[in-house]
């Protein structure tokens, strides 16, 4: 991300949070996955969006106004042994030098430093949960200029959640962010072409993630989250990870899976036949799923209510259900009596950013917002009849259906990022074919 790009975000930031507040934001804190092992280190996306500051064992303070200059950071000492070891540390020099930081101090020096800051501001902005051992320390320093009020510090009188500031500058991207997202898109619908590709009767489930990860780390990009690989019945269970059976002829294969670029993420799913066509009742199920998908993304237009697309796939859908005799009944009653989330139990979409269910309000002041240009989303229904589900026909059963794309909204035009990955039914059998 560029320096100025980095140095706007944080200029609006001090801008919202004003000469009376004081904002504190800290770095993702290193995960063990077992004995000495750690988790791959990924950067939390708030500290990330405003400092693009690479390391673990960090806070970004930004003071308004303050004769020091108005970001801060704390950061790991240089450290000859530990770099051996670890690598390259950016030390407070490589803070100010690098990353744009007014004013730069080893990590250790935070609790003496703080009070300072803290003691002549009325509201911190920050977000209590994700660090609890922050948020001790924080709930400390509270604690510690109450007791010095007679040295003339005042504790802030409010902490407030940053999410109201932050994650409505991070709701909205950047043409630069854009290009980024669109970038993670369409190396991510290349690994989902290849996937199909590749993909035959007997192949497991492993081996086409492992197509796809090979895909996004030939680009030098990681998952952005666990990749779901789903044949047959296991393309009905939402959140499958485990990806190890073999892909049996005569079934469909569900793949959800999307890369990360430079903190930015793709979320894509498509389902197709392991055996390269569809069967007459596959094909029917999943041209409702594309004709809803289709519905909802037509949706997706400045000033139309956050529910737009997902009340628009519904009807599709239950629609849909009772024309294949799935649901029977008058359509606005189904809508009414929720009988489709037998089948459709999910909503249609969530915000896309840097995290994959990315930051920002769905409703405002009790309503659901409305899109405006520069807002990215998915659009995802999907239909899953599970043989286990009471209602599924025979010759429905262990479908599991989903098709997702990644959507920025425009002044003009939904603009399908992951638009390069085929998902007409006839496109997906020519491509298995060719
Ligand atoms: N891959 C997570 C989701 O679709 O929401
Ligand atoms: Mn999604
Ligand atoms: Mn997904």
Aim: charged share 25%; aromatic share 8%; with cysteine.
């Amino acid at each position: 991300m560029s320096t100025e790009e980095l140095a706007g975000r944080r200029a609006q930031l001090i801008r919202a949070i004003g000469v009376d507040g004081i904002a504190i934001v800290p770095a993702a804190v290193e995960r063990v996955r077992n004995r000495d092992v750690h988790y791959p280190f990924r950067q939390d996306s708030d500290f990330q969006y405003l400092t693009g500051f690479p390391e673990p064992e960090a806070v970004a303070v930004f003071a308004p106004g303050h004769s020091e200059g108005e970001f801060m950071l704390f950061c790991r000492p240089r450290d000859r042994e530990r770099e051996i070891w670890d690598g390259y540390r950016q030390g407070p020099e490589g803070a100010i030098e690098n990353y744009g930081a007014d004013a730069a101090q080893v990590i250790g020096d935070l609790d003496s430093r703080i009070l300072e800051l803290l003691g002549s501001r009325k509201r911190v902005y920050y977000n209590l949960g994700p660090n609890p051992e922050l948020d001790r320390r924080l709930i400390g320093w509270l604690g510690q200029l109450r007791a010095m009020s007679r040295r003339g510090l005042a504790a802030p009188e409010a902490v407030v959640s940053l999410d109201s500031v932050l994650h409505e500058m991070r709701l909205r991207k950047s043409p630069v962010e854009i290009e980024l997202m669109r970038h993670a898109a369409q190396v991510s619908a290349a690994a989902h072409v290849r996937a199909m590709q590749t993909c035959r009767p007997g192949r497991f489930e492993f081996e086409l993630a492992a197509e796809i990860h090979n895909d996004f780390e030939r680009h030098g990009m990681v998952p952005a989250y666990g990749s779901i690989v789903g044949g047959g019945a296991n393309g009905c269970v939402l959140h499958y990870t485990e990806n190890r059976d073999e892909l049996r002829d005569g079934t469909l294969c569900l793949i959800d899976a999307g890369g990360e670029h430079q903190g930015y993420c793709a979320d894509i799913t498509r389902t197709f036949p392991v055996g390269g066509r569809f069967s007459g009742e596959q094909r029917a199920v999943y041209d409702l799923v594309l004709s809803a998908q289709e519905a909802a993304i037509a949706e997706l237009q400045v000033g139309k209510p956050w529910d737009a697309p997902h009340r628009t796939a519904v009807r599709v859908l239950t629609q849909g259900l009772k024309d294949l005799g799935v649901l029977q009944g008058d359509v606005d009653a189904l809508i009414e009596d929720e009988k489709y989330t037998a089948f459709y139990m999910h909503q249609t979409g969530h915000w896309l950013g840097m995290d994959v269910h990315d930051v920002g309000a769905y409703k405002l002041e009790g309503q659901w917002r409305r899109f405006e240009a520069g807002m990215v989303l998915t659009v995802e229904p999907g239909l899953y009849f599970s043989a286990q589900t009471p209602g599924v026909p025979a010759r429905f059963a262990d479908m599991g259906i989903r098709i997702e794309d990644d959507v920025a909204v425009t002044a003009a035009m939904p603009d399908v990022l992951t638009r390069d990955v085929p998902k007409q039914a006839a496109e997906i059998e020519a491509l298995m074919a060719a």
